[in-house]
């Protein structure tokens, strides 16, 4: 089966602490993407990345960081920089920048 | 600024009636438009898109419509099921923009009453 996989589903963290969402991709698409979603409201774009080693911050980028060392691979890092972390984050790839985006299952991050 | 927007919250409809979900987007220059539909805990599912040159686009049971004069746009569902209950989103692109990503609006929930 093709498509996206985000681990873990549920995610528990103390403040303070640093983890990593994962978001794997088996479309050979180009491109993936980190949105973050708030309860009743749209998608924000935390970091996208158009290619392999090469990514570019979004609309909210702080507090956050990722790598994109494979082309199937796109982790997202929250750090404890992040003020208010606790939110469902969803993870993206399109063929290119522009195109239609394929979403992950997303990880519901709780941060007490 | 740039923005997407949705007329309405929330949609509350009968079975086997059609639905109108709006949108509205303040650039003229969006070139892309894409209507997606999330469940509850789960990731945004593509539902149908349209393209700036384009009035209307038709689906299974999904129609967009395009109205560039108002900056409008629109999805209509057909004979309305209890499975379509969840949040709709537009989106646009602006190839000519700085990023040329998506712009979600915040979306429209839709209730389905049996």
């Known amino acids: 089966d093709g498509g996206i996989t985000q681990s873990p589903k549920y995610l528990f963290r103390k403040e303070g602490q640093n983890v990593t969402l994962s978001c794997e991709q088996n479309?050979?698409?180009?491109?993936m993407y980190w949105y973050r979603q708030d309860p009743g409201q749209g998608l924000r774009l935390i970091y996208y990345?158009?290619?392999?080693?090469?990514?570019q911050k979004g609309d909210i980028a702080e507090g956050y960081s990722v790598s994109r060392e494979k082309k199937e691979s796109f982790p997202l890092t929250v750090t404890s920089a992040q003020k208010n972390p606790t939110a469902f984050y969803l993870c993206a790839s399109s063929s290119g920048v522009g195109y239609e985006q394929y979403f992950g299952p997303g990880t519901r991050l709780t941060v007490t | 600024g740039e923005s997407v927007g949705l007329h309405l919250p929330t949609l509350s409809v009968q079975e086997g009636d059609n639905s109108i979900i709006n949108c509205a987007y303040s650039n003229s220059a969006s070139d892309y438009f894409i209507w997606y539909k999330q469940e509850s805990g789960k990731g945004p599912q593509f539902i149908i898109d349209i393209r700036s040159n384009m009035d209307k686009r038709q689906g299974q049971r999904v129609t967009v419509l395009l109205n560039k004069t108002v900056k409008h746009l629109s999805l209509q569902i057909a004979a309305t099921q209890p499975g379509d209950s969840a949040v709709y989103f537009c989106?646009?692109?602006?190839?000519?923009?700085?990023?040329?990503?998506?712009?979600f609006g915040k979306g429209t929930k839709l209730s389905v009453k049996p």
């Open positions: 989106a646009e692109i602006n190839y000519g923009g700085s990023q040329g990503n998506l712009i």
């Open positions: 990345s158009q290619i392999v080693n090469d990514f």
């Open positions: 479309l050979n698409h180009d491109a």
